[in-house]
């Protein structure tokens, strides 16, 4: 359990030393955490308003801040290339997101081609249900892709390092809820990178 504890630390900070430096990416963060809560409660009653949610709100200002607005160009904090960070991304780097975003984007015309979706379904009868399918079928996708990479690690990492991945995953919104908080007052003073003193002092938890 230490172990597995440790490795979420370090996961946690590479993932916010590497690729959070912007803050407008960390104030988008910071919405998408909110947002991704409320997703997580309408969970126990709406599943498919939940991901349309997660999907339009919650990853559309998270994926926004890394592509629009994180430096891409060499990290003098961490000494490092941005090709060699996105090499040793754990979770998804941007072609990966590029790719799961395609499939997110393609998926409701699945419903024009079959609106059953193979007998899945039956054939909606007005724009709310026709929300719900597509809801549901954003939710199967963002499943399906947390299990992909989880399992995927299993094999070119280790069973721990995927079990890890996953659970911060599903704790990011609560962890950047709280550090990225003060986000949007640095950006209200005027503050667009996060000088990280913290990231060049240590590389990891414990050094």
Excluded at 67 to 84: C, I, L, M, R, W
Excluded at 184 to 192: A, T, V, Y
Aim: charged residues 15%; contains cysteine.
């Amino acid at each position: 359990m230490n172990d597995f504890l440790t490795e979420l630390r370090t996961q946690r900070w590479d993932d916010h030393r590497f690729y959070h430096q912007s803050r407008i990416n960390q104030s988008l963060h910071f919405v998408s955490a909110l947002s991704f809560l409320v997703a997580y409660v309408m969970l126990f009653t709406s599943p498919a308003i939940a991901a349309v949610i997660g999907w339009i709100v919650s990853m559309g200002t998270r994926q926004s801040g890394h592509f629009f607005f994180e430096p891409k160009g060499y990290d003098h904090v961490n000494q490092a290339t941005h090709a060699f960070k996105e090499s040793i991304k754990v979770g998804y780097n941007l072609r990966r997101k590029v790719v799961l975003i395609a499939i997110w984007a393609v998926s409701p015309f699945a419903l024009l081609a079959d609106p059953t979706l193979l007998g899945l379904f039956s054939p909606a009868r007005g724009p709310q249900e026709i929300l719900e399918q597509v809801g549901l079928i954003w939710l199967a996708i963002g499943v399906a892709g947390l299990l992909f990479r989880t399992v995927q690690l299993f094999f070119i990492r280790n069973v721990r390092t995927g079990l890890v991945w996953m659970t911060k995953i599903l704790t990011d919104p609560f962890h950047d809820a709280r550090i990225y908080c003060k986000a949007p007052l640095h950006l209200l003073r005027g503050e667009l990178i996060d000088p990280m003193p913290h990231a060049a002092i240590r590389h990891h938890p414990g050094d």
